[in-house]
C-alpha cells in the first residue's frame, strides 16, 4: 500500500521532461509549477495523484512541493569555528595577513587535530540535522583539513562515519590539496599524495578529488596533475578556481574533465563560452562570495550562455559558516539577478549531476522520494531572506521531518 499521499499542493515542481542527467540554466524557465498531487509508495515516486489508501496524508494546500535540495559543496566534517576572524576581515584585515597570524585553514586543521573523532561527529551531525530541517537532503563533505596524509585519511574515514548516522545521502571528495602542509612545496605534496592514493581511497572511498588553485595554494599545473590522478583512480575532479584572483584555470579544469569549476568570482569573460558550452559545472558560492565581500560572479552571464549553473553553501568554518540553502537562494536570485526557477534548479538537478548522484533531486515518477513541502509558493522563497520556508521534509520516502507548527497538516 502507497506510504504517503499529498495532496491539494498550490505548486509541484516538476522537470520538463523526464530522464534528464542536467538542465542547462538557459532552459530554467522551462521548470513548471503547476498545482498536484503525490504519491510515495516505499522508497519511490508513485505517482501525480494523491491515495486515500495511503497510512499518512499529508494536506499540502497552500504549499510548493519541491525536490529535496543537493548541497554539493560543503567542507564537513569540521572541528570549531573561527568567528574571530570575521570580525578582523570585516575590520579590513587580509586573509593572507590572517594567515601569516595562524589563522585560514591551519587554524582549522589544528582544531580538528585536537578534537576526538566523537566531538567531530558531533559537530557534523548537529549542522546536519540543521541542514535537513532547511531542506537539504544530500550533501558533500570534503577532507582538506587535514594537512597529512594521515590527517586526511582520517578526515575521509570521519566523512565515510557521518554518512552512516546522518538521514542524508552524503558523498565524499577528498580535497587533498588545500593548503601547502609545512615540510612540502606544493610539487612535493602532489607528488606525496599520488603515492598515497591507495591508502586514502581505502580509508573513506571518496568518489571525486578536489584542489584549491590560488597564490596561497596549488597551481594550474597541479591542478593538470590532480586530473591525471583523478582519471588513474576512476574519480570525478572537482576545482576550487578564480575565487581571488585571476589564474585562467577554467581551461585548464576543462582539459582535464573536471566535473565541476567552483567559486569563479575572479573568472576572465572569455572563459563564459567555453565552460557553457561543456558538461562541467560552473558552481557558484553566493554566501562565501557575501560574507567575503568578494567580486561579483559571472552568473548572470554563464546563465544566458546556457552553462550547467550549480548553487551550494560552501559550509566551512572560515569563509562561508552558512549552511541554510533557502538562505543560499535568496542571496543568488538577488546578487546573480536570478529568477526562482533558475536558483531552484542550480540547488536541485544540476548540484546532483556534480555529485553524480542521479535521481535524487527530481520530481518523477520511480525516481526516489526526497522532495519538500514548502509553506509558501516558490517565489516566497529568496523574497522572505532569512525565514525557513521548510515545513516538512521525505527522505527515501520516509516522512523524516515536520515543523512544529505545521503538524496540523499530517493525518497518520
Ligand atoms: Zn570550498
Known amino acids: 500500500m502507497a506510504g504517503i499521499s499529498i495532496a491539494r499542493a498550490a505548486q509541484v515542481l516538476r522537470?520538463?521532461?523526464?530522464?534528464?542527467?542536467?538542465?542547462?540554466?538557459?532552459?530554467?524557465?522551462?521548470?513548471?509549477?503547476?498545482?498536484?498531487?503525490?504519491?510515495?509508495?516505499?522508497?519511490?515516486?508513485?505517482?501525480?495523484?494523491?491515495?486515500?489508501?495511503?497510512?499518512?496524508?499529508?494536506?499540502?494546500s497552500g504549499c510548493a512541493v519541491i525536490p529535496g535540495l543537493v548541497d554539493c559543496?560543503?567542507?564537513?566534517?569540521?572541528?570549531?569555528?573561527?568567528?574571530?576572524?570575521?570580525?578582523?576581515?570585516?575590520?579590513?584585515?587580509?586573509?593572507?595577513?590572517i594567515a601569516r597570524q595562524g589563522g585560514g585553514i591551519r587554524s582549522s586543521a589544528r582544531s580538528l587535530a585536537a578534537a576526538t573523532d566523537e566531538d567531530v561527529l558531533a559537530q557534523a551531525g548537529a549542522a546536519a540535522a540543521e541542514m535537513l530541517a532547511h531542506g537539504t537532503t544530500t550533501f558533500e563533505c570534503k577532507s582538506g583539513y587535514g594537512l597529512s596524509v594521515a590527517a586526511e585519511a582520517r578526515s575521509l574515514r570521519l566523512a565515510a562515519a557521518l554518512a552512516a548516522r546522518v538521514t542524508q545521502t552524503v558523498t565524499s571528495t577528498a580535497l587533498l590539496a588545500h593548503a601547502v602542509p609545512d615540510g612540502y612545496d606544493?610539487?612535493?605534496?602532489?607528488?606525496?599524495?599520488?603515492?598515497?592514493m591507495p591508502q586514502l581511497l581505502a580509508a573513506g572511498r571518496p568518489t571525486a578529488l578536489d584542489i584549491y588553485v590560488e597564490n596561497v595554494a596549488f597551481s594550474n599545473d597541479n591542478l593538470r596533475q590532480m586530473g591525471i590522478l583523478a582519471r588513474r583512480h576512476g574519480l570525478a575532479l572537482r576545482a576550487h578556481v578564480e575565487q581571488f584572483s585571476t589564474h585562467g584555470s577554467v581551461p585548464v579544469a576543462l582539459e582535464a574533465g573536471?566535473?565541476?569549476?567552483?567559486?569563479?568570482?575572479c573568472m576572465p569573460p572569455d572563459d563564459v563560452a567555453p565552460l557553457a558550452a561543456s558538461e562541467t559545472a560552473a558552481v557558484l558560492l553566493p554566501g562565501a562570495a557575501f560574507l567575503g565581500d568578494e567580486r561579483l560572479?559571472?552568473?548572470?552571464?554563464?546563465?544566458?550562455?546556457?552553462?550547467?549553473?550549480?548553487?551550494?553553501s560552501d559550509f566551512n568554518p572560515g569563509t562561508s559558516p552558512v549552511n541554510s540553502l533557502p538562505l543560499i537562494i535568496g542571496l543568488a536570485v538577488r546578487r546573480y539577478r536570478w529568477s526562482v526557477l533558475e536558483a531552484l534548479l542550480a540547488c536541485t538537478l544540476n548540484?546532483?549531476?556534480?555529485?553524480d548522484r542521479p535521481?535524487?533531486?527530481s520530481l518523477e515518477v520511480g525516481l526516489r522520494a526526497d522532495l519538500l513541502i514548502l509553506d509558501g509558493p516558490?517565489?516566497?522563497?529568496?523574497?522572505?531572506?532569512?525565514?525557513?520556508?521548510?515545513?516538512?521534509?521525505?527522505?527515501?520516502?520516509?516522512?523524516?521531518?515536520?515543523?512544529?507548527d505545521q503538524a496540523w497538516r499530517v493525518d497518520r
Open 73 to 97: 559543496h560543503t567542507h564537513l566534517p569540521f572541528a570549531g569555528w573561527r568567528a574571530h576572524e570575521y570580525a578582523q576581515k570585516v575590520a579590513g584585515v587580509a586573509y593572507q595577513e
Open 378 to 404: 516558490v517565489d516566497q522563497l529568496p523574497y522572505r531572506l532569512g525565514h525557513n520556508p521548510v515545513a516538512l521534509v521525505i527522505v527515501g520516502g520516509e516522512l523524516v521531518h515536520v515543523r512544529p
Open 15 to 60: 522537470p520538463p521532461e523526464d530522464g534528464l542527467r542536467y538542465l542547462r540554466q538557459d532552459r530554467a524557465g522551462e521548470l513548471t509549477t503547476a498545482p498536484g498531487e503525490l504519491t510515495v509508495d516505499g522508497a519511490a515516486i508513485a505517482a501525480f495523484e494523491a491515495s486515500r489508501d495511503a497510512p499518512i496524508q499529508i494536506d499540502a
Open 258 to 265: 573536471a566535473r565541476s569549476v567552483d567559486h569563479l568570482a
Open 351 to 355: 548540484a546532483a549531476w556534480v555529485l
Open 297 to 312: 560572479e559571472p552568473a548572470r552571464e554563464l546563465a544566458d550562455a546556457g552553462a550547467i549553473c550549480a548553487l551550494a
Open 359 to 361: 535521481g535524487v533531486a
Open 186 to 196: 606544493a610539487d612535493s605534496w602532489m607528488t606525496a599524495i599520488a603515492e598515497a
